[in-house]
C-alpha cells in the first residue's frame, strides 16, 4: 500500500544508480540505430549523411531475405510442436494420475538449463552424419542413417526439444491452478471423460497454449546457439546467424548487421502485439475462489501409455543429449567407444594442456564469481528503488533495466560491441572486464525480473517494525531485506552465474585471445574443427552448470526451509 | 490532563485520494486511545503518521513535547528517531530471528551493553508470558505467541508511546478476547500510552479509556468510550458503535421540560429532552438493539406504567449462544432487539415492547 520515503539526502544513491543505467542501456540501441542509417564505421564516428541503403541492400540480397523467411519457418514449426509436446505433458504430469511423473518431470528442463549451443553440440554427437550415436546403430541395424543433425530437419527437432520447456513452464502453472470442480461439474452433466478433457479442461488452457507458443516462437526467432552449430554447416541461411557472420566477413559489415539487428527486433516486436492482442480478453480466471480444489482425474491402463510417452519423451529429449555427449568426451578414439579400453579421459587431459583452455575457464569463473555478484547487488538496489520507494524517476528505472531484455539476444551483443570500441580503451577491451560489462548490461534486466517477485514477496510491514524499533533505513536494509532475501540472493546468484558462464553472443562478439571465454572457447575449437576436446570443453560446462544449479537450489531450500515465511 | 500526543490539521494524500483530511487530535498521558472506523477511513495512516513510517502532507505532530512533524518548518522525524513502540496487524516478527532475537533488536540498536540487554529482555518475556519460548523461530509460534512477540519487542525499549495497529484481526476470536485483556492490564500497569487502531468497535470499547470515530479521513468525535456508546453524537457514530434501530422523528410535544414526545415510523415515543430542540424540528431517532425488551402479550400489566409500550408480533428468532436476535414487527416497521437468552418466546406470537425514555439516542438532521 503506502511506501517509505527515501529523505532528500539519501537521493544519492538513485540518482546515481539511475545514470548508471542510462549510460549502460542507452547507447547500445543508439549505435545500432547510427550504424543501420549511416556509413560510419569501426575508428571512426563522423556522420556526414543518413541512409536505408543498408536495409535496401538487405532486401536485395535473396540470401538476407530467406535468412528471414527460414527464421520465420524454423520459429512456426519449432515453437508449435514444441507447445503441444508441452500440453500433453503438462496436462498428464498435473491432471492425470498417471504414476512416477511428478517424480522425473524436473527433468524435463535439462534443454533450457544447458544453453541451446551447448544442448545442439549434444545433440551433434547423437545425430552426426559421420559419428552420431543414433546414426551408427541405425547404420547398423537397418544399414542407413537416420538423419544427419546438420539440416533443416535437425535444426526443427533440436529447436523444438529445446523450445518445449519454456511453454512447458507457461502451461504448467495454469493446470496446477485449475480447479477439478470445473471438471467434475462436466462429468455430473453426464459428459464422459474423453469429452470433458477436450470441451473443459484442454478448451480452458488455450489461451495460456497460445500465450505460451508466443513466449516459445519469439524465442526461437531470436536463438543464435543453435543455428550456430547445426545451420552453419547445413549452409541454410538464418537471421541470427546472418547478424553474426555479417561482422565475421572481411571486411566486416557492421551498418548492414545492424539494419539487420533492427529488423529482426522490429518482427519480434510485431510477433509479441500480435500475440497481445489475441490473448487480450481471453484470459478467464479458474482460480481466486474459496475453497479451491487441486485435483486430476482418474485414468485406468491408460495412463500407462501416458507413463510411457512422458519417459520416452524424457529420455529422448534430455537423458540422450547428456549421455551422448558424455561418451564422446570420454572416448579415447574418434567417435563413441566400443570397448571399455577406449574409455578415458584422454580429451580432458589433452584439453587442460591448451592455453586456450585454461585461459578460458579462468576468465569465464571470474567474470562469472564477481559479475554476478555485482549484477545481484545492482538488481537488487534496483528492485529496491522501484518498489519501496518513492523515487520519482523510479518507473523510468524500471524500464530502463527491461531494456535490453527486451530485444533478441543478437541484437543487444552487436550494440554492446559498438558501443565499447568506441568508448573502452584497448587495454581494458582486451580483458576480462569488457566482457563483463557487456554482461552486466545484457542481464540487467533477468536479474531484476528475478529479484522483484522475491522483494515483493517480503512483507513491508517487517521493514517498517525494524524501523520502528530505532532502525536507520540502511539498518532495517541490512538486518531485515537482505537478511531475509539471502536465499533468493542465492538462487538470483546461482542463475546469473549460470547466465554468465553460458551467454553466447556477446562472448563470440568480445572475445580475444586474451579475453577468451569459455563458451567462446568451445565455439573456436568448433570452428577449428577439433571435435574431442570440443567435446570435453561442452561437457565440463554442462557439468559445472548443473551441479552449480543444483547446490544452489538446495542451499536456498535449507534457508527457506529454517525460517519458512 | 497533560496530554502526550497532539496532531495538528494533519493532512496526508495517496494521489487524488485524501487519507488523512485535516486530522486534530489530542491524546492525554496514560491515556488508551482508540481509533475505529470502517476500513479505509484513513485510521492506519493516521497512526502511521504518529509511528513516523508515513509523511503527511500538511500540519504538526508533538509527541511528549517534542515537534516530530512540522510542514511549515520542514520538519520530519524519521519513525526510527521517535523512540515509540508499535504491534502490527501482521505481526511482523522477523522469521529470521528467534524470539530472543527479536525483542533484543531495539536494545542492540541502542548499543546496549549484553547483560542490561539479558535483563530486559527476560523481564519483557516474563511480563508477556512467552517464559521457555526465546530460542524458537516465529514459525514455531502461534499467532497469539507471535503477537506477544511482537508487543514485547515494542515494550522492551520502555517507550512512552506505543502504537496498535488492528492487532487482533489475524487472530482468532477466543485468542484476541484474551490477548486484549491482557494488553489493557499491561499497558495500565506500566503506565504509558497507547494508541489502538480497529476496526472492531467492541474491541475499541473493551480496551479504550477513550474513542474516536474516523470516516473518510475525518474524525467524526471523540470521547470516553461509555459516551461514544450510550450518547454518540454523530449519526455515523450512532450507526457504526453497536446495533441500532433507525428512525425518522418529528418534535410534537415537551413534557414538563425533562421530556420530549416524537412522533415517528412506529408512533409516538417519548424520550430524555436532549439540549436545544424546538417543536417541529425533524430529527433521527437510534433506539439500540440491546435496550429494547420484549415480553409476552400477557404479562402486558407488569409493564403497564411504562412511558413506552408497543405492541408487536414475534418475525424471527436466531440464537447466537449468548443472545437471542428478535426481529420484531410493528405496525409495518421491523424492529432489531438483542436479548438476554432466559427471553425464550415463541416465533409469531404477540408481544410488547418497551424502552426506557433515557435509552433513545436524537441526533439533529435526519
Known amino acids: ?565 | 490532563m497533560e496530554q502526550i500526543i497532539v496532531c495538528r490539521n494533519l493532512l496526508k494524500r495517496f494521489g487524488e485520494t485524501i487519507a488523512v483530511n485535516h486530522v486534530n487530535l489530542d491524546i492525554n498521558r496514560n491515556e488508551i486511545f482508540a481509533i475505529i472506523g470502517p476500513s479505509g477511513c484513513g485510521k492506519t495512516t493516521l497512526l502511521r503518521c504518529i509511528a513516523g513510517l508515513e509523511k503527511p502532507d500538511k500540519g504538526q505532530i508533538i509527541i511528549d513535547n517534542k515537534v516530530v512533524f512540522d510542514s511549515d518548518k520542514g520538519l520530519f522525524l524519521p519513525a526510527h528517531m521517535r523512540g515509540i513502540g508499535m504491534v502490527f496487524q501482521i505481526f511482523a516478527v522477523w522469521p529470521h530471528m528467534t524470539v530472543f532475537e527479536n525483542i533484543a533488536y531495539p536494545l542492540k540498536l541502542r548499543k546496549m551493553p549484553k547483560e542490561e540487554i539479558n535483563k530486559r529482555v527476560k523481564d519483557v518475556i516474563e511480563l508477556v508470558g512467552l517464559q521457555g519460548l526465546e530460542t524458537r523461530y516465529p514459525h514455531q509460534l502461534s499467532g497469539g505467541q507471535q503477537q506477544r512477540v511482537s508487543l514485547a519487542r515494542s515494550l522492551v525499549m520502555q517507550p512512552k508511546v506505543i502504537l496498535f495497529d488492528e492487532p487482533m484481526s489475524n487472530l482468532d476470536a477466543k485468542l484476541a478476547e484474551k490477548l486484549k485483556i491482557d494488553i489493557k492490564i499491561l499497558i495500565k500497569k506500566l503506565g504509558i500510552t497507547a494508541i489502538y487502531v480497529t476496526h472492531d468497535q467492541l474491541e475499541a470499547l473493551t480496551v479504550a479509556d477513550r474513542v474516536a470515530v474516523m470516516r473518510e479521513g475525518k474524525i467524526l468525535e471523540s470521547g470516553p468510550s461509555i459516551e461514544i456508546y450510550t450518547k454518540p453524537k454523530h449519526p455515523f457514530t450512532a450507526e457504526f458503535v453497536g446495533v441500532s434501530n433507525k428512525m425518522s422523528g418529528k418534535v410534537i410535544n415537551f413534557i414538563n421540560h425533562n421530556y420530549v414526545e416524537m412522533e415517528t415510523e412506529i408512533g409516538k415515543l417519548v424520550c430524555d429532552k436532549p439540549y436545544d430542540l424546538m417543536l417541529g424540528d425533524r430529527v433521527a431517532v437510534y433506539l439500540r438493539a440491546n435496550k429494547i425488551k420484549i415480553y409476552p402479550y400477557q404479562n402486558l400489566n407488569l409493564v403497564k406504567q411504562n412511558r413506552n409500550l408497543f405492541e408487536g408480533r414475534i418475525k424471527s428468532k436466531s440464537f447466537t449462544g449468548e443472545s437471542f436476535i428478535y426481529i420484531i414487527d410493528l405496525n409495518g416497521v421491523e424492529l432489531r432487539a438483542h436479548t438476554p437468552p432466559e427471553v425464550n418466546l415463541s416465533e409469531d406470537i404477540k408481544v410488547v415492547v418497551t424502552f426506557e425514555p433515557s435509552d433513545v439516542i436524537i441526533l439533529k438532521g435526519e
Open chain 1, 1 to 565: 500500500m503506502s511506501k517509505n520515503k527515501l529523505l532528500p539526502t539519501s537521493s544519492l544513491l538513485p540518482n546515481s544508480i539511475f545514470f548508471l543505467l542510462i549510460l549502460m542501456v542507452v547507447p547500445p540501441f543508439i549505435f545500432l540505430i547510427l550504424y543501420s542509417l549511416s556509413d560510419v564505421t569501426i575508428g571512426q564516428l563522423h556522420i556526414t549523411s543518413f541512409t536505408l541503403k543498408h536495409y535496401i541492400k538487405l532486401f536485395q540480397s535473396s540470401r538476407d531475405v530467406n535468412a528471414i523467411i527460414n527464421s520465420l519457418l524454423v520459429a512456426f514449426s519449432s515453437s508449435l510442436l514444441g507447445t503441444l509436446l508441452a500440453l500433453f505433458i503438462a496436462w498428464v504430469s498435473v491432471k492425470t494420475n498417471t504414476p512416477l511423473v511428478r517424480e522425473i518431470e524436473p527433468l524435463l528442463l535439462v534443454p533450457i538449463s544447458i544453453s541451446p549451443f551447448l544442448y545442439a553440440l549434444s545433440w551433434s554427437t547423437l545425430l552426426d552424419p559421420y559419428i552420431g550415436l543414433l546414426n551408427s546403430l541405425a547404420n547398423t541395424i537397418i544399414g542407413r542413417t537416420l538423419l544427419s543433425i546438420y539440416s533443416f530437419e535437425g535444426l526443427i527437432l533440436v529447436t523444438t526439444l529445446a523450445c518445449m520447456p519454456l511453454a512447458y513452464v507457461v502451461i504448467k502453472p495454469f493446470f496446477e491452478q485449475f480447479d477439478v470442480s470445473l471438471e467434475e461439474a462436466s462429468i455430473i452433466s453426464g459428459a464422459n471423460k474423453r469429452i470433458t478433457v477436450w470441451k473443459i479442461t484442454l478448451a480452458l488452457a488455450l489461451p495460456t497454449t497460445i500465450s505460451g507458443y508466443f513466449l516459445a516462437f519469439v524465442w526461437c526467432m531470436e536463438e543464435l546457439g543453435i543455428p550456430l552449430i547445426l545451420a552453419t554447416r547445413a549452409g541454410i541461411p538464418i537471421a541470427t546467424l546472418r547478424i553474426y557472420e555479417l561482422t565475421q566477413t572481411y571486411p566486416p559489415n557492421h551498418n548492414v548487421a545492424a539494419a539487420f539487428a533492427i529488423i529482426i527486433t522490429i518482427i519480434n516486436i510485431v510477433v509479441y502485439q500480435m500475440a497481445r492482442n489475441i490473448i487480450r480478453g481471453r484470459q478467464w480466471t479458474t482460480v481466486g475462489l474459496r475453497g479451491f480444489r487441486k485435483g486430476m482425474m482418474e485414468f485406468g491402463k491408460v495412463r500407462y501409455f501416458f507413463l510411457f510417452i512422458t519417459v520416452s519423451y524424457i529420455v529422448f529429449s534430455s537423458i540422450l543429449p547428456l549421455i551422448g555427449i558424455a561418451l564422446v568426451s570420454l572416448s579415447n578414439v574418434y567417435g563413441f567407444p566400443t570397448t571399455l579400453e577406449q574409455v578415458g579421459l584422454n580429451n580432458y587431459i589433452k584439453l587442460l594442456s591448451k592455453d586456450l583452455a585454461v585461459t578460458a575457464i579462468r576468465n569465464t569463473l571470474i567474470i562469472a564469481t564477481f559479475g554476478s555478484f555485482i549484477l545481484l547487488m545492482f538488481v537488487f538496489l534496483i528492485s529496491y528503488i522501484v518498489n519501496r520507494t518513492e523515487y520519482p524517476l523510479r518507473s523510468l528505472i524500471d524500464t530502463l533495466s527491461m531494456l535490453p531484455l527486451s530485444v533478441p539476444s543478437i541484437v543487444i551483443a552487436l550494440g554492446v560491441f559498438l558501443y565499447f570500441i568506441y568508448v573502452l580503451p584497448t587495454y581494458i577491451y582486451i580483458t576480462v572486464f569488457s566482457i563483463m560489462f557487456g554482461m552486466l548490461i545484457r542481464f540487467v534486466g533477468h536479474g531484476v525480473r528475478a529479484i522483484t517477485p522475491a522483494i515483493n514477496q517480503i512483507h513491508r510491514g517487517l521493514e517498517d517494525a525494524a524501523e520502528i524499533s530505532g532502525a536507520s533505513q540502511f539498518q532495517v536494509l541490512k538486518d531485515v531485506l537482505m537478511k531475509l532475501m539471502i536465499p533468493s540472493f542465492i538462487s538470483t546468484y546461482t542463475f546469473l552465474f549460470i547466465y554468465f558462464v553460458r551467454e553466447l553472443p556477446l562472448s563470440i562478439l568480445l572475445a580475444t585471445s586474451k579475453n577468451m571465454v569459455w563458451t567462446a572457447g568451445i565455439y573456436t575449437l568448433w570452428e577449428l574443427g577439433d571435435v574431442r576436446l570440443v567435446y570435453a570443453f561442452a561437457a565440463l560446462e554442462i557439468l559445472l552448470i548443473l551441479s552449480v544449479r543444483y547446490i544452489g537450489v538446495i542451499f536456498s531450500k535449507k534457508l527457506e526451509m529454517k525460517w519458512r515465511r
